[in-house]
């Protein structure tokens, strides 16, 4: 089966950066995704990332470690709309995505 | 709006009736997804369609849950007699063959009394 860990809870400053780190146990890997999803709403795709390496876009970027079964999210000049959860979702060769239960960033002025 | 689109957006039903929701992809999307999301969980996966063809799903799916692609285009998930731990939001996403990026619906918010 598969195992997605994130935190649950994140708080950092407007204008700051903040990490979020994704750690994974899965058999079949093709890939890990991270998505935003504020509240009440669907979740709205920021990053897929396939091969090791940061992938880099705009405020956003994200890396992987297919070795250690890691990801990072990167989020820079924080601000304050970036309140949301942030959802890491492993997708495997059979087409299925598993999704962590997400890490909910607050940003504060 | 050429977005992923799901009807109704919300369902409030009484224990034990049949519901069933539709969800139309993105046209050019070969790709369909069904997922269930509860309070402060990520999405779990339900099912998934390469055209009309179902090519994965999760055990839920061997019982009260059924979903269909008939045509490959539009698709329908049912809940037979429905149970109050069903009471979630529905999301549907869909993603072209040649990468596997999902981009997902608004949902389908279900409440079971």
């Known amino acids: 089966g598969q195992n997605i860990d994130q935190p649950t809870e994140m708080t950092a400053t407007e204008g700051a950066i903040v990490q979020i780190n994704c750690t994974y146990q899965t058999s079949g890997f093709n890939g890990l995704f991270w998505y935003q999803q504020h509240a009440g709403e669907a979740p709205t795709f920021l990053s897929y990332n396939v091969l090791d390496g940061l992938e880099e876009k705009g405020r956003f970027s994200s890396f992987l470690s297919r070795s250690k079964g890691y990801s990072y999210l990167l989020l820079k000049e924080l601000q304050m709309k970036d309140s949301a959860s942030y959802l890491c979702?492993?997708?495997?060769?059979?087409?299925?995505?598993?999704f962590g239960d997400g890490t909910t960033l607050t940003v504060k002025p | 709006d050429t977005g992923v689109s799901q009807n109704p957006r919300h369902k409030i039903t009484k224990r034990g009736q049949n519901v069933t929701f539709r969800c139309d992809p993105i046209s050019e999307h070969n790709r369909l997804y069904w997922y269930r999301q509860t309070l402060g969980q990520g999405p779990e996966f339900l099912t998934y369609?390469?055209?009309?063809?179902?090519?994965?799903k999760s055990r839920l799916l061997s019982d009260r849950f059924s979903a269909e692609r008939p045509k490959g285009s539009f698709s329908t998930l049912e809940i037979q007699r429905t149970e109050q731990g069903d009471s979630a939001m529905y999301l549907c996403?869909?993603?072209?063959?040649?990468?596997?990026?999902?981009?997902f619906g608004p949902g389908t918010r279900l409440t079971v009394l």
């Open positions: 369609f390469q055209n009309e063809a179902q090519l994965e």
């Open positions: 979702a492993v997708l495997t060769n059979a087409g299925k995505s598993t």
């Open positions: 996403a869909s993603g072209p063959d040649r990468t596997d990026t999902q981009y």
